[in-house]
């Protein structure tokens, strides 16, 4: 597979819903009431349009999404945005498109005036990869909360700052 074919769209479209699910799926990651959540965001995108605090980026390689970003402005701040989902189909992991689509997901909020953006993720080992990838992005850790998914399962915050 070449990442030449690789290409980015913003705009939602109907079915991609489903594509996220399978997505988000794919990655054995997510606690099964998440999968959901992710679904939800894109059915409200599709159905509020540009009046949805949420923005997308998907990457596709031959038409086909592979991966995909969800962030948007955190209401009451200036400059500050959430990364909601980050979320690289299994099939296409390691590559580097994950790499890629947060730089382009940061060149995207610069540009809405962004003054930072934050990522947040578990605690616990099967997310260490996630953790080291965000640090490897130039994130830095700046809160984690004990047991907030669930005991033994914190929450851990990391901003990148621009």
Avoid at 31 to 50: N, R
Avoid at 91 to 108: A, C, N, P
Avoid at 121 to 131: A, G, L, M, V
Wanted: a negative charge; aromatic letters at 14%; glycine letters at 8%.
């Amino acid at each position: 597979m070449s990442l030449e074919n690789l290409t980015f769209r913003h705009q939602v479209q109907p079915g991609d819903d489903e594509l996220v699910r399978e997505m988000v799926v794919s990655t054995n990651f997510f606690y099964d009431f998440e999968v959901p959540v992710a679904v939800e965001l894109v059915q409200e995108k599709l159905e509020h349009g540009e009046n949805s605090d949420y923005l997308f980026l998907f990457a596709e390689i031959n038409g086909k999404p592979v991966a995909y970003t969800c962030y948007g402005p955190i209401a009451g701040t200036e400059g500050s945005f959430d990364l909601f989902w980050i979320i690289t189909h299994n099939d296409y992991r390691g590559k580097g498109i994950g790499r890629i689509i947060l730089e382009k997901t940061h060149s995207l909020v610069k540009e809405l005036g962004a003054r930072l953006i934050i990522a947040e993720t578990s605690t616990i080992e099967k997310y260490t990869p996630t953790r080291h990838f965000y640090i490897q992005m130039g994130y830095t850790l700046e809160a984690k909360i004990d047991d907030f998914y669930k005991k033994g399962d914190g929450k851990v915050m990391f901003v990148k700052r621009f």
